[in-house]
């Protein structure tokens, strides 16, 4: 159990990580009034086609997206961001696992799925971009060492969902589902486990934990003399660190091949890959990582998924709008319910997402001719897969915003001096 538990802390690291950037990422874009203004001229024109319920047939061919392109698939849309924001804001773990899977029980293709999860990922990046913030800690060598690997891992994993959708379009439903199945049931089987031990220790307790210092696999790696040596965190610590350009070209590959095939974005496993296994300061990090996210999601979704017709954009739009909207009720209602309830309904949610995935697979290996069922049994456990998901999600959505319509009140007598402080601090600056 000792390196299965590992990876587990690993990917929820990366997970909590994630949800760090789409937090700060959201907040900056509700904020700013001009951006907030953009979006709302963006959606109108979106709202008039969608009631009208008008076709829209994507990519040339109808296997791409669902036939028509109507209100509820739309509606739909809002809805999925909206549980994953209220997922990253409530439990500080990315949402963001659920939303490919969900794109697919809503009858969005998979290939179509991933590259409007991407797109939607990389529009967010542009719009709420903090790079700016962050200049100062952005290592110029870690980042274009980390980008070549990255770009060449997109092209690999763009190349191999293309292939298996050119090959068969069923493959390719079975090679994604088959990946969110093995990566949302390893996760999921374990946070329950961490939920179920966490009960035992001090209640509303949260998931952001994790080594602290360097780690012992970042030392060995630091000590391997592979050129080019890459020099990194000259201003934290004397003389600074070094590791190889080649680990780190090698860790963009992975992180590129991953938001390639399944739609997550780079920032999901960049941090805790350079913080956990480079031995990168947590400073240096996010900068790094905030850049790379704009590259790597971005070359994702433009020159392996857009240009081919892979990418539903009025759905992007609507997962962004719902996403920033479930951030901002998710934040506050962590401040009225116990942590630890929140943590218990993150790892039913995730084992929802695995119960979804699987289901569908018996139905899809049966049409490839891999297995023999008979129609009726894999209609009926694909069927059964998909309303425990949307069950769970639809019970986790009511349940957050009841908490959060109850303790409006409450919520606002928190927030009058924080906004108080806040307007002292600015004026403070200014003078």
């Not at 809002?78 to 490919?100: H, S």
């Not at 009960?199 to 012992?216: E, I, S, Y």
């Not at 479930?326 to 319910?337: N, R």
């Amino acid at each position: 159990m000792r390196y299965p538990r590992k990876l587990f802390e690993f990917l929820k690291m990366a997970s909590i990580a994630h949800a760090r950037w789409d937090y700060e990422v959201s907040m900056h874009i509700v904020k700013n009034r001009r951006k907030m203004l953009f979006l709302l001229i963006m959606l109108l024109p979106i709202l008039a086609v969608s009631f009208s319920d008008a076709a829209a047939v994507l990519g040339g061919k109808t296997a791409y997206a669902p036939a028509f392109y109507s209100t509820s698939i739309f509606l739909v849309s809002i809805a999925i961001g909206l549980a994953a924001g209220l997922i990253t804001g409530c439990i500080g773990a990315g949402g963001g696992f659920i939303i490919t899977p969900a794109l697919m029980a809503a009858g969005v293709k998979g290939i179509l799925a991933v590259g409007t999860d991407v797109f939607h990922i990389f529009a967010k990046a542009i719009m709420g971009t903090t790079v700016h913030k962050k200049l100062g800690n952005v290592s110029v060598k870690l980042a274009m060492a980390f980008l070549v690997g990255s770009a060449g891992g997109t092209f690999i994993g763009g190349a191999i969902n293309k292939g298996l959708y050119d090959k068969d379009p069923l493959l390719s439903e079975a090679f994604i589902s088959t990946v969110y199945a093995i990566l949302l049931g390893f996760l999921g089987f374990y946070a329950l486990v961490d939920f179920l031990k966490s009960r035992k220790g001090p209640a509303g307790g949260d998931a952001h934990g994790g080594p602290v210092g360097t780690t012992a696999l970042a030392i060995k790696l630091q000590n391997v003399p592979l050129p080019p040596m890459i020099s990194f965190d000259e201003d934290y610590i004397p003389g600074g660190k070094k590791i190889s350009g080649v680990f780190v070209a090698i860790g963009g590959v992975i992180v590129g091949m991953l938001a390639a095939i399944m739609g997550v974005g780079g920032g999901f496993v960049t941090f805790p890959l350079f913080v956990y296994i480079f031995g990168v300061s947590t400073a240096t990090t996010v900068g790094t990582d905030i850049l790379q996210i704009i590259f790597t999601a971005g070359l994702a979704s433009i020159a392996q998924y857009a240009i081919y017709g892979y990418v539903f954009y009025t759905l992007a739009m609507g997962m962004l709008i719902g996403s920033l909207i479930g951030i901002q009720v998710g934040a506050l209602t962590t401040k009225v319910v116990k942590g630890i309830h929140i943590r218990g309904f993150y790892a039913v949610s995730i084992l929802a997402g695995f119960i979804n995935r699987a289901s569908t697979l018996p139905k899809k290996l049966v049409e490839l001719e891999y297995i023999s069922m008979s129609k009726s049994v894999v209609s009926g456990i694909e069927f059964f897969g998909n309303i425990i998901f949307w069950i769970v999600v639809g019970v986790f959505g009511v349940w957050v915003f009841g908490k959060f319509i109850a303790n409006i009140g409450t919520l606002r007598e928190e927030s009058v001096p924080v906004a108080k402080a806040e307007k002292a601090n600015l004026q403070m600056s200014e003078n």
